[in-house]
């Protein structure tokens, strides 16, 4: 009888193990879904930038170095390796204050302001930010959920056995990029 008690507590605690590794990996493929839709939305942002840049260059002649600044931000942000989290939000957060200054100087040209073309691309940025916002909630909201797991006990005891590690949050270290850019849509 004993036998069988000792039996039935080691197979719970194997179930119970599977149980907790099968957990991790569903929260590990969570990060990567979280982390593959911000790539999505960083990559239609990055695209974008260029179409922006070219329908603000005709009537901006003389505010280059705004131009040249998200220039050079999106291709600072692209060169940054995909599972690189840290430096790919201080990039994007880079970024995101270029196409703010960007759009801030816009407000001085009426012409551009009234541009359709201009006022579609605006548009269009508001939306790829708004969709980038809900990917880093549900990113970082994944890497919350597997960070506990794999710190908790006893869970860390099979993340440990298993090579699972904590992940990075998405965060924005410099507080000026925090805010959030002023982008005005028309009159």
Known sequence: MI?????????????YAIALYNRLVRQRQMVREGWSGIDVQLKRRFDLI???VEAVQGYMS????TLAAVTEMRARAGG???GDVAGRAQ????????????????ENYPELDASDNFLDLQDAL???ENELQMARRYYNGAV?????TVE??????IANQFGFSSEDYFEIEDDNERATPKVRFGK
Request: glycine share 2%.
């Open 62 to 65: 003389h505010e280059r170095e």
């Open 91 to 106: 990039a994007e957060g880079m970024l995101s204050a270029a196409l703010s200054r960007l759009m801030a100087v816009a």
């Open 50 to 52: 260029p179409n922006l």
């Open 80 to 82: 940054v390796p995909s």
């Open 126 to 128: 508001r939306n790829i």
């Open 3 to 15: 036998s069988w008690i000792v039996l039935a507590f080691f197979a719970t605690i194997v179930v």
């Open 152 to 157: 908790a006990f006893p869970s860390n005891l």
């Open 144 to 148: 919350r959920d597997l960070n506990i």
